[in-house]
T-cell receptor
Framework: AQSVTQPDIHITVSEGASLELRCNYS??????LFWYVQSPGQGLQLLLK??????LVQGIKGFEAEFKRSQSSFNLRKPSVHWSDAAEYFC????????????FGQGTTLQVKP | EAGVVQSPRYKIIEKKQPVAFWCNPI?????LYWYRQNLGQGPELLIR????????DSQLPKDRFSAERLKGVDSTLKIQPAELGDSAVYLC???????????FGPGTRLTVT
């Protein structure tokens, strides 16, 4: 069965510092991978996605993620965090079929210190 | 392009009462999803529609939950009767088949007292 694990429930970084959020997935075939961000009281906004091709994908708001098949990982990174990045981040996996059904991790809450 | 619209944004009801949530997806999106997000968790799929047909409702608690998508556009999710454990955020999403991306609405936060 497909599953997603986000090992870090809560992360605190200083503004301007670099960020890496971890995501590990379990899926037998080639997965479709996504990162979403959710601000308090808001819906989920897509940051980036990986379907195939270049394993380093660029997203919105200066985020990037790297797909590593050997490690079953899809970690999200940002070189310099802004206070507005404080939010909850969700990694998700979908089958490569056409259902679009997403399996989400439990999320990582990012706190940014001034 | 307008996003996914949901209403109400917040709902507080007593247990055993009925409640309904409404969703208007992005125009042209044939696929619509309802998710439930418990506090501190990621969203979990309840039901998926392709046009007006429910094609994946395996996670929907059918004894108390029902959903419909008449005419393949708007959708309503209903709970009757509500239980304390139904307190959660209910998210609606629609999918662009061309881009294979899901777009989420702001959600309805349900509190059952």
């Amino acid at each position: 069965a497909q599953s997603v694990t986000q090992p870090d429930i809560h992360i605190t970084v200083s503004e301007g510092a670099s960020l890496e959020l971890r995501c590990n997935y379990s899926y037998g075939a080639t997965p479709y991978l996504f990162w979403y961000v959710q601000s308090p009281g808001q819906g989920l906004q897509l940051l980036l996605k990986y379907f195939s091709g270049d394993t380093l994908v660029q997203g919105i708001k200066g985020f990037e993620a790297e797909f590593k098949r050997s490690q079953s990982s899809f970690n999200l990174r940002k070189p310099s965090v802004h206070w507005s990045d404080a939010a909850e981040y969700f990694c998700a996996v979908a089958s490569s079929g056409n259902t679009g059904k997403l399996i989400f991790g439990q999320g990582t809450t990012l706190q940014v210190k001034p | 392009e307008a996003g996914v619209v949901q209403s109400p944004r917040y709902k507080i009801i007593e247990k055993k009462q009925p409640v309904a949530f409404w969703c208007n997806p992005i125009s042209g999106h044939n696929t619509l999803y309802w998710y439930r997000q418990n506090l501190g968790q990621g969203p979990e799929l309840l039901i998926r529609y392709e046009n007006e047909e429910a094609v994946d409702d395996s996670q929907l608690p059918k004894d108390r939950f029902s959903a419909e998508r008449l005419k393949g556009v708007d959708s309503t999710l209903k709970i009757q009767p509500a239980e304390l454990g139904d307190s959660a955020v209910y998210l609606c999403a629609s999918r662009s088949r061309r881009r294979n991306e899901q777009y989420f609405g702001p959600g309805t936060r349900l509190t059952v007292t």
